[in-house]
């Protein structure tokens, strides 16, 4: 699986779009990048995932770059209960998941 | 619906002690995992299984036994605690496992918290 790179963290302003970019420049034909998140001490939670198209769920969406080096989840109205920690994998299993550190996105008033 | 559950919620063990970390779904996936998360860290896969009867090694699986008698449920098991296993335990289900699904999230249990003294 293709190595992972993210910021280790971010601020953003409740009510404003968080972008959270993610580095996957070895990543090959076949591999997908998903995203997960966890809050505080809770299990991941799931946000999505996609393989060179755009995505977009109730959750957020996920923009992939024309050579898919790298990507950008984003948050369109982050809110406080948006603060945690957020992971991006690259993979061509959905089995086998490895979570890096993420970046640890913290949303203020 | 419960989704994911883990039993215990916490646990103290003295080195060499032995136990066991059960996982339970409702939700009829065929895929079940169990990871650690160490402090600072991101999780790491211990095992896995991809349908009744059936296990496999992850990332991390020395130390570690698992059985999945029942679809419903997959254990985790320590022969002998060592203070290296201190960790966060969690457990985690799926539907499918085919990257190109859109039934292969993971759901996640609430975690077991580990000590071993």
């Known amino acids: 699986d293709a190595k992972t790179t993210q910021p280790p963290s971010m601020d953003c302003a409740e009510g404003r779009a968080a972008n959270l970019p993610c580095n996957h420049s070895?990543?090959?034909?076949?591999?997908?990048v998903y995203w997960y998140r966890q809050i505080h001490s809770q299990g991941p939670q799931y946000i999505i995932h996609?393989?060179?198209n755009n995505e977009t769920n109730e959750m957020a969406s996920l923009i992939i770059t024309e050579d898919r080096k790298s990507s950008t989840l984003i948050l369109p109205h982050a809110t406080l209960r948006d603060t945690a920690v957020y992971y991006c994998?690259?993979?061509?299993?959905?089995?086998?998941?490895?979570f890096g550190t993420g970046t640890r996105l913290q949303v203020t008033l | 619906n419960a989704g994911v559950t883990q039993t215990p919620k916490f646990r103290v063990l003295k080195t060499g002690q032995s136990m066991t970390l059960l996982c339970a779904q409702d939700?009829?996936?065929?895929?079940m995992y169990w990871y650690r998360q160490d402090p600072g860290m991101g999780l790491r896969l211990i095992h896995y299984?991809?349908?009744?009867?059936?296990?496999a090694k992850g990332e991390v699986p020395d130390g570690y036994n698992v059985s999945r008698l029942k679809k419903q449920n997959f254990l985790l098991g320590l022969e002998s605690a060592a203070p290296s296993q201190t960790s966060v335990y969690f457990c985690?289900?799926?539907?499918?496992?085919?990257?190109?699904?859109?039934?292969?999230?993971?759901?996640f249990g609430p975690g077991t918290r580990l000590t071993v003294l």
């Open positions: 994998i690259s993979t061509g299993t959905a089995s086998k998941l490895t």
């Open positions: 299984s991809v349908g009744e009867g059936t296990t």
């Open positions: 996609g393989l060179k």
């Open positions: 939700m009829n996936h065929e895929y």
């Open positions: 985690a289900s799926s539907y499918e496992a085919e990257a190109r699904s859109h039934r292969n999230e993971q759901f």
């Open positions: 070895t990543i090959s034909g076949n591999e997908y």
